[in-house]
């Protein structure tokens, strides 16, 4: 009983620095084009995300059986998929390097799976395709690897074309009159961007506790709870039914993200706003809406996608509709080494977790 709130809490430490994290990418345009101070985009975004998080659950569906067997999932495993993710999460924010949290927590629980299965790998669900539409698939390969790919270049691509888009129907504007109008459009867009965010990211703790809950169950280890703990109790699915994420969790979740965010992450703000690329409105108008939309496609088909990779290229794309040379091309390669090393680095850490611990799952 005690191990389960032990993983509740380590998933809420998860979020939290998910909040101050991956949400200092939703705000780093709005901060840097001075259109908010950094304490007003910290409360925008903690509203918006709190909402986005309310918002559906097929993201949390996805982490909680699609990725996975769950019958190798215990509480220690979680634990040790977390703190994989965790430890990569707090290095590249050390270094203000904007790595994906999604990736770090997808890396830690694939890695801590094969590790308490005895480096069984058909512990992982790679490809589950869907006898209609791609998306609905299930497994890594349809609803991370392809995502990984395709979401960073539909924002690259997008952002250039909104932003050459925006070259030409202002072309014969005052410099001062784009900055006023788009100082005021950024505020809309930088909710869309906290409320995407929280559609996406909130919902990946959300899916780990429930993953939680239901291997809980399954194992009796709830079955001394008193009455008045009687909701943690979450059987397993029957076969073509998925998973139902209780309110509690959502609510939980939603606003462990906002304090997280509350807290800021002003290293990871300064690399995205500054050092990539010079921005101002109507580039942050741009950057903003496109990586939103992207996010919000992504996890309205249940696929949890990088809020890191959406907003990162679709800055890159809308520096790029400046010219080529407007990108800072060192502090893009050091940004995508960390992406190529999320996944793999996470993973190793929880893997190494699980067997120092020596946690071994007797169901495969």
Partial sequence: MTLIFVVILVALLFEYINGFHDTANSIATVVSTKVLSPRQAVVLAAVTNLGGAMWGSAVAKTIAAGLVDTKVVTSQVLVCALLGAIVWNLTTWWFGLPSSSSHALVGGLCGGCVAASGNNWGVIIWSVPSTGHWWEGKGIL?????????????????????????????????????????????????????????????????????????????????????????????????????????????????????????????????????????????????????????????????????????????????????????LKLEVVERILWAWLMTLPASGLVAYLLVRMFGINSTHV
């Fill in 142 to 326: 349809w609803k991370v690897i392809l995502p990984m790919v395709t979401s960073p270049v539909c924002g690259l691509v997008i952002g250039f074309v909104v932003m050459g888009l925006l070259y030409y129907l202002l072309r014969n504007w005052r410099p001062a009159t784009v900055g006023r109008v788009f100082g005021r459009l950024q505020l809309a867009s930088a909710a869309y961007m906290g409320f995407s965010h929280g559609t996406n990211d909130a919902q990946k703790t959300m899916g780990i506790i429930a993953l939680a809950l239901v291997a809980a169950t399954k194992a009796g280890a709830l079955n001394a709870a008193p009455d008045w703990l009687a909701f943690l109790r979450t059987p397993e699915p029957s076969k073509g039914q998925s998973l139902e994420i209780a309110v509690w969790i959502k609510v939980i979740c939603a606003l462990t993200m906002a304090a997280g965010t509350a807290a800021g992450g002003w290293r990871i703000i300064k690399t995205l706003g500054h050092k990539m690329v010079k921005l101002h409105p109507v580039h942050g108008f741009a950057a903003e809406t496109t990586s939103a939309s992207v996010l919000f496609t992504a996890a309205s088909l249940g696929m949890p996608v990088s809020t890191t990779h959406a907003i990162t290229t679709s800055i890159m794309g809308v520096g790029c509709a400046k010219g080529f040379n407007a």
